[in-house]
């Protein structure tokens, strides 16, 4: 049973447009939420994290927006720039408890950004 | 540099010939483990260490081996690799204290 959950497998827009990429989970023993960026032929490479006691992390054009109540996350890049086409997958920490020491990840989602 | 290596990169190989995939990391991360990537399902993680000598099934953990006698080292280890683990395979490893893991660049396994 899938605990982080991406249910969108694609995402495709403009350059210079917001993108939003989705992202929900199921257990409440996640302490940090993440999100990792994979071109082809690489390994994911980490992007930008969120402790669970925050609603918000800023770090340029990336931005992830934590809805605990909604177990709910999403990223936002604005503005979207040919170079953000990737995978994005979604990831939760839990250093606790059936989690300890365990990364878990979503399906990812394949953002294209057409110019 | 800091860095997480896999090899093979790349494998091809016939069913039921044991295989290793070699995985160090030179950061003295506690944390390490192996995932492996299937179109339309993600990461799923296949083992992880949180230290020598400590490793625990992650989910799908059949037809895997693994051993963490060395912090750096991390071998997955195939002892009868069949038809549906052709995969691509990542290892990744993060300090206890951080949440950001490491990955390496895959190994893309084919068993025929």
């Known amino acids: 049973d899938q605990q982080v959950k991406q249910n969108s497998p694609s995402l495709s827009v403009q350059e210079g447009r917001i993108s939003i990429l989705n992202c929900d989970y199921t257990n409440s023993m996640f302490d940090y939420f993440l999100w990792y960026k994979k071109y082809p032929a690489e390994g994911p490479t980490f992007l930008i994290s969120?402790?669970?006691?925050?609603d918000k992390n800023e770090d340029g054009r990336f931005t992830v927006f934590l809805n605990k109540s909604a177990k709910h996350l999403s990223l936002h890049i604005v503005p979207s720039q040919p170079g953000d086409s990737a995978v994005y997958f979604c990831a939760a920490i839990g250093d606790r408890g059936s989690t300890l020491g365990r990364l878990y990840f979503g399906r990812g989602t394949q953002l294209t950004v057409w110019p | 540099e800091a860095q997480v290596t896999q090899n093979p990169r790349y494998l091809i190989t016939v069913t039921g010939k044991k295989l290793t995939v070699t995985c160090s990391q030179n950061m003295n991360h506690e944390y390490m483990s192996w995932y492996r990537q299937d179109p339309g399902l993600g990461l799923r993680q296949i083992y992880y260490?949180?230290?020598?000598?400590?490793?625990d099934k992650g989910d799908v953990p059949e037809g895997y081996k693994v051993s963490r006698k060395e912090k750096r080292n991390f071998p997955l280890i195939l002892e009868s690799p069949s038809p549906n683990q052709t995969s691509l395979y990542f290892c990744?490893?993060?300090?206890?204290?951080?949440?950001?893991?490491?990955f390496g660049q895959g190994t893309r396994l084919t068993v025929v």
């Open positions: 969120i402790s669970s006691i925050k």
């Open positions: 260490s949180m230290n020598v000598e400590v490793t």
């Open positions: 990744a490893s993060r300090d206890r204290r951080n949440t950001e893991a490491f």
